[in-house]
């Protein structure tokens, strides 16, 4: 079945720790995310990529990194420089750029001990 | 993207219609309403989106006002599986990335 998967569902790290989340999606869309979403509250976005090879910060970029090598892939470096990164990392991918809806990957809980 | 105002949290009975309100006064003309939901802990899902017109999909209605400053989902036969965080989004579909707020907090009740 089309859609996407998010790797690994549960993480934890130690803090000072780099830590990369996986999302692949086999629908063929152009543009992929990541959100960001604490306890209660909304989903913010990290970064967006709308083509292979080019990415673009959202609204809350520091502290992460991302890359965009394949179009099926959208990995997620959550860097030791990020001061609260446990969350829920939700992952999407839509036609294009802010293009028609947005699917959505199960998610990743990391949690930094 | 025009900002959203929807309710903390509504309650509904199993089986009754869930009418959820979005307050979105602010919204421009190419700008879609889109509604999502977030069961807890899972991805969200797409539901339902309409630019002018009413809108039906197997999950739900879109009922938008004509001025377009508001719109409600309707969930006709709400059922338990329909607890759930519903998400109002406005968006002109040419590059504006999604804001998701807080939600509507959904429960149904037996």
């Known amino acids: 079945d089309g859609g996407i998967t998010q790797s690994p569902k549960y993480l934890f790290r130690k803090e000072g720790q780099n830590v990369t989340l996986s999302c692949e999606q086999n629908?063929?869309?152009?543009?992929m995310y990541w959100y960001r979403q604490d306890p209660g509250q909304g989903l913010r976005l990290i970064y967006y990529?709308?083509?292979?090879?080019?990415?673009q910060k959202g609204d809350i970029a520091e502290g992460y990194s991302v890359s965009r090598e394949k179009k099926e892939s959208f990995p997620l470096t959550v860097t030791s420089a990020q001061k609260n990164p446990t969350a829920f990392y939700l992952c999407?991918?839509?036609?294009?750029?802010?293009?028609?809806?947005?699917?959505f990957g199960e998610g990743s809980r990391l949690t930094v001990l | 993207d025009a900002k959203t105002t929807q309710p903390p949290s509504m309650d509904c009975a199993e089986g009754r219609a869930a009418n959820l309100p979005c307050n979105h006064s602010?919204?421009?003309?190419?700008?879609?309403v889109y509604w999502y939901r977030q069961i807890h802990s899972q991805g969200p899902q797409y539901i339902i989106h309409?630019?002018?017109n009413n809108e039906t999909n197997e999950m739900a209605s879109l009922i938008i006002t004509e001025d377009r400053k508001s719109s409600t989902l309707i969930l006709p036969h709400a059922t338990l599986r329909d607890t759930a965080v519903y998400y109002c989004?406005?968006?002109?579909?040419?590059?504006?990335?999604?804001?998701f707020g807080g939600g509507t907090r959904l429960m149904v009740k037996p």
């Open positions: 989004i406005a968006s002109n579909n040419a590059g504006n990335m999604l804001t």
């Open positions: 629908l063929n869309h152009d543009a």
């Open positions: 990529s709308q083509i292979v090879n080019d990415f």
């Open positions: 309409g630019l002018k």
């Open positions: 999407a991918s839509s036609l294009g750029l802010g293009t028609g809806e947005l699917f």
């Open positions: 602010t919204i421009s003309g190419n700008e879609y």
